[in-house]
T-cell receptor, first 112, second 109 residues
């Protein structure tokens, strides 16, 4: 089954404790992206990757890091999480330039 | 001004109604136009996308784009309770889509 998987699905952590949210896709897509979704603000792009080793900032990259060492994986790293990073995070992948994106199930992150 | 504006609703309609969901966008250079549906506690799923002005139909769903007015619409015919979800419009450039905030639709039996 074609899918995007994210882990963990739920995470509660404390300020400053480094964390990684994993994302993996099995569709051989070149494009992958991370979003955060907040009430009243909608989906906002954090980072995207056009291919292995090629990443670029989206609208809200501050406080986040990404890497793309393999085509199928695109982890999101929060080096020092803060409460304003409490949000619902989605990973997505696409065959073509960010059009027709397939989204993962989401990771709900709470930073206290 | 946000680049893509969308009324958050909620929009409540009876089963069988024709639903009209709308977005406006500010950048006339945006290249493609998409509609996603998001059920509660799920990730968005793509409904339709198009590159051009005009209508595109898929079953009960019709996407309409008017580039001269910078207006995007999604029409749902014969709406069903299973259509109850949040609908997100999106537009943008290669690799960088911009999403609207989403409109919550409730179809009651």
């Amino acid at each position: 089954e074609a899918q995007v998987t994210q882990n963990p699905r739920y995470l509660i952590t404390v300020t400053g404790k480094k964390l990684t949210v994993t994302c993996s896709q099995n569709m051989n897509h070149e494009y992958m992206s991370w979003y955060r979704q907040d009430p009243g603000l909608g989906l906002r792009q954090i980072y995207y990757s056009m291919n292995v080793e090629v990443t670029d900032k989206g609208d809200v990259p501050e406080g986040y890091k990404v890497s793309r060492k393999e085509k199928r994986n695109f982890p999101l790293i929060l080096e020092s999480p803060s409460p304003n990073q409490t949000s619902l995070y989605f990973c997505a992948s696409s065959l073509d330039r960010g059009i027709e994106q397939y989204f993962g199930p989401g990771t709900r992150l709470t930073v206290t | 001004q946000k680049e893509v504006e969308q009324d958050p609703g909620p929009l409540s309609v009876p089963e069988g109604a024709i639903v009209s969901l709308n977005c406006t966008y500010s950048n006339s250079a945006f290249q493609y136009f998409m509609w996603y549906r998001q059920y509660s506690r799920k990730g968005p799923e793509l409904l339709m996308y198009t590159y051009s002005s005009g209508n595109k139909e898929d079953g009960r769903f019709t996407a309409q784009v008017d580039k001269s007015s910078k207006y995007i619409s999604l029409f749902i015919r014969d709406s069903q309770p299973s259509d109850s979800a949040t609908y997100l419009c999106a537009t943008g450039f290669d690799y960088i889509p911009t999403f609207g905030r989403g409109t919550s639709l409730i179809v009651h039996p």
